[in-house]
T-cell receptor, first 110, second 113 residues
Framework: AQRVTQPEKLLSVFKGAPVELKCNYS??????LFWYVQYSRQRLQLLLR??SRESIKGFTADLNKGETSFHLKKPFAQEEDSAMYYC????????????FGTGTQLKVEL | KAGVTQTPRYLIKTRGQQVTLSCSPI?????VSWYQQTPGQGLQFLFE???????NKGNFPGRFSGRQFSNSRSEMNVSTLELGDSALYLC????????????FGQGTRLTVV
């Protein structure tokens, strides 16, 4: 069965500092990886997906199949980045069943 | 374009009762998924419906069931409620095909007393 691990429950950084939110997965096939974000009092929403290979709000994530990781990075944290971040995985061709990690709360301090 | 709408937003039920939650997807979306969110277990997949058929199912007991109507609206039902069913239940809709971006509703907060 697939599994997603986010080792940090809370990550606190200062504004302007680099950010890296860790995500590791276990799955024997070819997964699709996502990062979802939930800002305070807002709905869970997609931040980015690995197949798009794009930068959203300055965030990027690279799929490393050798290390089975999909870490989320941003070079300079902003106060508005404070939120809960979830890494998620789904099976290619397997419908829209998402397996989520437990989430990392990012707090950007001034 | 209206987002995913879940009703009701809050529910308080007594142990042993049953409950039905409703989800209206974004217009044109044919896939509806349900998730249970708790502090201890995080976000766990319940089931997915696509064109009125259950396409995926999570590891929940048979007390949890769902259905989808021809207009893609979905309901989930929990029978014989237990205290441990207290959670935020999230619905997400997606376009046809997979995998695609999931659009989440605001959730229904169920409290079982």
């Amino acid at each position: 069965a697939q599994r997603v691990t986010q080792p940090e429950k809370l990550l606190s950084v200062f504004k302007g500092a680099p950010v890296e939110l860790k995500c590791n997965y276990s799955y024997s096939g070819s997964p699709e990886l996502f990062w979802y974000v939930q800002y305070s009092r807002q709905r869970l929403q997609l931040l980015l997906r690995h197949i798009s290979r794009e930068s959203i709000k300055g965030f990027t994530a690279d799929l490393n199949k050798g290390e089975t990781s999909f870490h989320l990075k941003k070079p300079f944290a902003q106060e508005e980045d404070s939120a809960m971040y979830y890494c998620a995985l789904t099976l290619t061709g397997g419908g829209n069943k998402l397996t989520f990690g437990t989430g990392t709360q990012l707090k950007v301090e001034l | 374009k209206a987002g995913v709408t879940q009703t009701p937003r809050y529910l308080i039920k007594t142990r042993g009762q049953q409950v039905t939650l409703s989800c209206s997807p974004i217009s044109g979306h044919r896939s509806v998924s349900w998730y249970q969110q708790t502090p201890g277990q995080g976000l766990q997949f319940l089931f997915e419906y696509f064109s009125e058929t259950q396409r995926n199912k999570g590891n929940f007991p048979g007390r949890f069931s769902g259905r989808q109507f021809s207009n893609s609206r979905s309901e989930m039902n929990v029978s014989t409620l237990e205290l441990g069913d207290s959670a935020l239940y999230l619905c997400a809709s997606s376009l046809a095909g997979s995998p695609t971006e999931a659009f989440f509703g605001q959730g229904t907060r169920l409290t079982v007393v």
